[in-house]
Structures are given as C-alpha cells and as structure tokens.
C-alpha cells in the first residue's frame, strides 16, 4: 500500500492505495497536529511499502511526521517547490517558497490539462495560473470561507454554510446574522474566483480550464460561473505525477482525476468582464 498524506493548515488528509491495482482502499481527516498515532491518526504503517507527503504546516510538524515514518518505511518521499518540474516552470520570484499544496496542484493540473487555472478552497483560497506552454504565473491567496467567518467573531463559526443550499439562495441578503454572514463570506469567494479568473485569462489572451479543489470546493462550485472540475484528490494528483511508484501512474494517470472541463472562449470571458465593468 501507498499512504499519501496531505497536511493542510486545518486538516491532514490521507489516503491509502494499493500499488497493484491503483484502487484507493481508505481514506480519512484528522486535525493538524504535531503528534501521529500510527493506527489511530493515520493507517498502521504494517502495510505501507511507501508514503509521499505534502505540507503546509509548521516545519516542526513535518519533521515530527518524517521522522515517525522513516522509523517504519524505508519508501519516504516528500514534496518541495521547486523551480521546474514535470514541465512547469514556478513563477515565484524564490520559487521555494511557493506553498507546496499549491505546487503540487499546478503540476496535477498541468498533467491533466495543459494551461489551467488551479484553485484550493481550504484554510485559504488559493488561484493559481499555468500557461499551455507551462509557464506558471503565480497566482492569489483569499482567506478562506473558515477563516473569513473567524475573522468576524459574531459568534457564527459553527453554522456552517449548507452544501445543499441553492447557489440562488446565497445571493439574497441575509435577513438574521448567520445568514448575513454566510451568504457574504460565500460572495466575498465566488465573486473573487470569478473575477480573478476573467482578468487573467483577458491578460494572457487564452481562456483556460479551471480545476476546483479543497474542503469547500463542493460549496464554492456551484457559485463559480466558470466551466470547472471539482477535482478532490488534486494534491493527491500532484504527489502521484511528482513521484510515480505503480506502472499507471509512470504511464501518468492520476487516481480519481476528472474530464478536462471545456472553458468558455475567450471572447465571452471577454465580453463577461467588459459587462462588469460597465455595473
Ligand atoms: N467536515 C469538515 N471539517 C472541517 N472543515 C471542513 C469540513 N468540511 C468543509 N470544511 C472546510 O474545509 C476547510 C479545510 O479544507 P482543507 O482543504 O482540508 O484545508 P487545509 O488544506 O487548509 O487544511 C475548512 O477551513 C472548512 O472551511
Ligand atoms: C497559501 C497556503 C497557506 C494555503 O494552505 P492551505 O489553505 O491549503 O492550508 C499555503 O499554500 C502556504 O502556506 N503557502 C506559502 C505561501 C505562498 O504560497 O506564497
Ligand atoms: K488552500
């Protein structure tokens, strides 16, 4: 088995697959911690032959976790940004700096698409670009929905937005705090996905497939205008293509990656945004 882990700043993701038949087994989400139980956080390592590793959390996190896992696996690899791979080129200015959780979903995407637009709804919301021929341009980082809520301390942190509300419903102002709240934090994100999108697309003159990912981006996507995938296992993607270990992943398949969503052309996107401007 393959455990991949994915440490986000609230979550740590995992997954196990099984190098024969590259089916994912199991699956599972513990909050970040410093401290993994074998067993209990994360799968019994009695299994695992290797494990890849993306993180954004502290170092000391990601040096507890490696070190608990080279204990028992030999097979430990684990993600860094770099200046190129896989075709793609980092636009960072000090490329390793560029969040890895990012990285890895620029070369999934690149992978799987070409150019895209990669965007992670997690603790925050990050956009990043990749052009066809593979240069990466950078991208946004927005609080996410979480953490804008947080940020407002009006005592709604715990009622969530409803996945199943109408994207409809969202738009209409709220008429109690948690309403007011929910439906603004939610436009505060789509509007800025949207907008985002449109202006760089115009700049670069290409109209680009745009992949959704992270804890929120069942939520987020029914408010996104753009044609999209919601791509779950992106990052997952990432560590797959970063570093292929059963034959369909060396042939570049990625476990559980979508249909290549057809963006609209770059004349309405165009048009779209002259609209806007105009409002
Ligand atoms: N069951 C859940 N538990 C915690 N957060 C959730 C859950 N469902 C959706 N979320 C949202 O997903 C976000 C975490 O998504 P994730 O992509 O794992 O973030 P990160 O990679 O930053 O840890 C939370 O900030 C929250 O907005
Ligand atoms: C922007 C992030 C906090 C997003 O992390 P996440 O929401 O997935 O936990 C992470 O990618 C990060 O720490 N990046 C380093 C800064 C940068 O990418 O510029
Ligand atoms: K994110």
Excluded at 125 to 137: A, M
Excluded at 139 to 152: A, T
Excluded at 239 to 249: H, Q
């Amino acid at each position: 088995m393959i455990l991949d882990l994915d440490i986000g700043n609230t979550l740590s993701k995992w997954r196990l697959k099984d190098a024969d038949s590259s089916e994912i087994r199991s699956r599972g989400a513990v909050w970040t911690r410093e401290e993994w139980r074998p067993g209990a956080d994360i799968p019994d390592l009695d299994v695992v032959e290797a494990v890849r590793i993306s993180s954004v959390a502290r170092a000391a996190v990601l040096e507890e976790t490696v070190g608990l896992l080279r204990r028992r696996v030999r097979n430990v690899h684990v993600a860094r940004s770099t200046a190129e791979a896989l075709g793609v080129v980092n636009g960072y200015e000090e490329p390793e700096r560029l969040g890895v959780d990012r990285w890895l979903g620029a070369l999934a995407g690149y992978q799987l698409a070409g150019g895209c637009c990669a965007v992670d709804c997690g603790s925050a919301i990050t956009i990043d670009f990749v052009l066809p021929g593979g240069q990466h341009l950078g991208g946004f980082i927005v609080p996410g929905l979480r953490l804008m809520k947080e940020s407002l301390k009006l005592g709604t942190r715990n009622v969530a937005i409803d996945p199943e509300s109408e994207a409809d419903a969202l738009l209409e102002p709220g008429r109690r705090t948690v309403d007011a709240v929910n439906h603004g934090i939610y436009m505060a994100a789509v509007s800025a996905i949207n907008r985002i999108y449109s202006e760089v697309c115009d700049q670069e003159g290409v109209a680009l497939p745009m992949l959704l990912t992270g804890g929120d981006a069942r939520v987020v996507s029914r408010g996104v205008q753009v044609p999209h995938a919601v791509w779950p296992d992106m990052v997952y993607g990432g560590l797959e293509a970063r570093f292929p270990l059963t034959f369909a992943e060396r042939a570049g398949k990625m476990a559980g990656a979508p249909r290549v969503p057809e963006p609209v052309s770059l004349e309405k996107i165009r048009a779209g945004l002259a609209f806007s401007m105009l409002l």
